[in-house]
């Protein structure tokens, strides 16, 4: 029997990265054999995380379109038609089974190369707004997974698997509340809020928990709070645990009883999984605003409170209000459990096998 082999494409964040890698490796688990080859826009992230996950990848010239009218997206559209030869070359010598994009620039030319070739293709969105490049590789894709749910908007209705996000595997790991308080070295006696605005940070999240800090003080609350690398800000050791960047992630959620964070496609999985109450201050600094259509889709069921960016400095009185209150926390804790999908990229992985030839 021949071994698979699979192409996947998706790049320029973590959020399109770190979902191929869960695939990739949910695939290798049940299929131990198989080939993978994955495909990225040269100089991006993904040329270095992706080897670093022990897997292969080639680099394309593909640039992202500039959304305004400019001069500089002719050699956009030349970048776009090279990639696409060098892609269909690369899938006429590996052969793939199947061919998955994960979203961003990158995968357009990946997948409609797939596609052109009669690859069986399988994409992924995890947004509540759908990218440029899903959209066009939709009509033509055998199968669309989706993060969120109410994407027909999007994309043709009988493709559609809501399948919610891959997320890792170590968010899940089960951590008693008492366990995770303790490797923080923080009262089992206070309220916890996690706070969180991604590997980078986000200024004003930072902005408005520094500001909040003395209210939460007042009212008992402790944060553990991931600042990102910019802050440089002092913060007094009974304000509870700082640092630029957290590792132990799950233990930080498992800690938690409030999760304020930033939108993106992950970040949301990640909190409906473990059910947690949550305040979303979506980036407004994102293609298409899709962060905002992301907690919408939370806030709009009453699932999560949003608070837009520009009132940052709301967060203090927001937390207050949602900790001190334990109807509105298990209401939001009770609305959120129906978006969560914990066994997202062994559903996908179901759907990819089902296409294999």
Request: aromatic share 6%.
């Given at each position: 029997?021949?071994?698979?082999?699979?192409?996947?494409?998706?790049?320029?964040?973590?959020?399109?990265?770190?979902?191929?890698?869960?695939?990739?490796?949910?695939?290798?688990?049940?299929?131990?054999?198989?080939?993978?080859?994955?495909?990225?826009?040269?100089?991006?992230?993904?040329?270095?995380?992706?080897?670093?996950?022990?897997?292969?990848?080639?680099?394309?010239?593909?640039?992202?379109?500039?959304?305004?009218?400019?001069?500089?997206?002719?050699?956009?559209?030349?970048?776009?038609?090279?990639?696409?030869?060098?892609?269909?070359?690369?899938?006429?010598?590996?052969?793939?089974?199947?061919?998955?994009?994960?979203?961003?620039?990158?995968?357009?030319?990946?997948?409609?190369?797939?596609?052109?070739?009669?690859?069986?293709?399988?994409?992924?969105?995890?947004?509540?707004?759908?990218?440029?490049?899903?959209?066009?590789?939709?009509?033509?894709?055998?199968?669309?997974?989706?993060?969120?749910?109410?994407?027909?908007?999007?994309?043709?209705?009988?493709?559609?698997?809501?399948?919610?996000?891959?997320?890792?595997?170590?968010?899940?790991?089960?951590?008693?509340?008492?366990?995770?308080?303790?490797?923080?070295?923080?009262?089992?006696?206070?309220?916890?809020?996690?706070?969180?605005?991604?590997?980078?940070?986000?200024?004003?999240?930072?902005?408005?928990?520094?500001?909040?800090?003395?209210?939460?003080?007042?009212?008992?609350?402790?944060?553990?709070?991931?600042?990102?690398?910019?802050?440089?800000?002092?913060?007094?050791?009974?304000?509870?645990?700082?640092?630029?960047?957290?590792?132990?992630?799950?233990?930080?959620?498992?800690?938690?009883?409030?999760?304020?964070?930033?939108?993106?496609?992950?970040?949301?999985?990640?909190?409906?999984?473990?059910?947690?109450?949550?305040?979303?201050?979506?980036?407004?600094?994102?293609?298409?605003?899709?962060?905002?259509?992301?907690?919408?889709?939370?806030?709009?069921?009453?699932?999560?409170?949003?608070?837009?960016?520009?009132?940052?400095?709301e967060l203090g009185e927001a937390i207050v209000k949602i900790l001190t209150n334990p109807v509105k926390m298990e209401k939001l804790s009770h609305a959120i459990a129906p978006f969560a999908k914990p066994k997202s990229t062994a559903e996908i992985t179901d759907l990819i096998?089902?296409?294999?030839?």
């Amino acid at each position: 029997m021949n071994s698979h082999k699979f192409i996947l494409s998706g790049g320029g964040t973590g959020g399109h990265i770190f979902p191929a890698v869960a695939i990739a490796n949910e695939l290798k688990k049940r299929h131990p054999d198989a080939q993978f080859l994955f495909i990225g826009a040269s100089g991006r992230m993904e040329m270095e995380k992706i080897p670093a996950e022990g897997f292969e990848i080639i680099g394309l010239p593909v640039q992202g379109l500039k959304r305004k009218l400019t001069l500089k997206n002719i050699t956009v559209a030349r970048n776009f038609l090279k990639s696409y030869f060098k892609a269909k070359q690369i899938i006429k010598n590996f052969k793939p089974d199947a061919a998955i994009g994960t979203g961003g620039y990158v995968s357009l030319p990946v997948i409609y190369a797939a596609q052109k070739e009669r690859i069986p293709t399988i994409i992924w969105e995890g947004n509540g707004h759908a990218g440029l490049a899903n959209k066009i590789l939709a009509k033509r894709a055998q199968v669309i997974c989706t993060g969120l749910p109410n994407m027909d908007s999007y994309f043709p209705k009988e493709k559609i698997h809501f399948t919610g996000n891959p997320i890792r595997d170590s968010i899940l790991q089960p951590t008693r509340k008492t366990e995770a308080l303790e490797h923080f070295k923080l009262s089992p006696e206070k309220k916890t809020v996690f706070i969180t605005g991604g590997s980078l940070g986000a200024k004003n999240i930072n902005k408005g928990i520094m500001h909040a800090l003395p209210q939460l003080l007042k009212q008992n609350i402790q944060v553990i709070w991931q600042t990102g690398k910019s802050f440089t800000e002092k913060v007094g050791k009974e304000s509870g645990y700082v640092s630029q960047f957290i590792y132990e992630m799950n233990l930080a959620f498992n800690a938690a009883d409030l999760v304020v964070s930033r939108a993106g496609a992950i970040s949301i999985s990640e909190i409906c999984a473990l059910k947690k109450p949550s305040i979303l201050v979506p980036s407004p600094n994102v293609t298409d605003d899709h962060q905002t259509k992301n907690a919408e889709a939370l806030s709009s069921k009453k699932a999560a409170v949003l608070i837009k960016d520009s009132a940052h400095m709301e967060l203090g009185e927001a937390i207050v209000k949602i900790l001190t209150n334990p109807v509105k926390m298990e209401k939001l804790s009770h609305a959120i459990a129906p978006f969560a999908k914990p066994k997202s990229t062994a559903e996908i992985t179901d759907l990819i096998e089902k296409e294999l030839r």
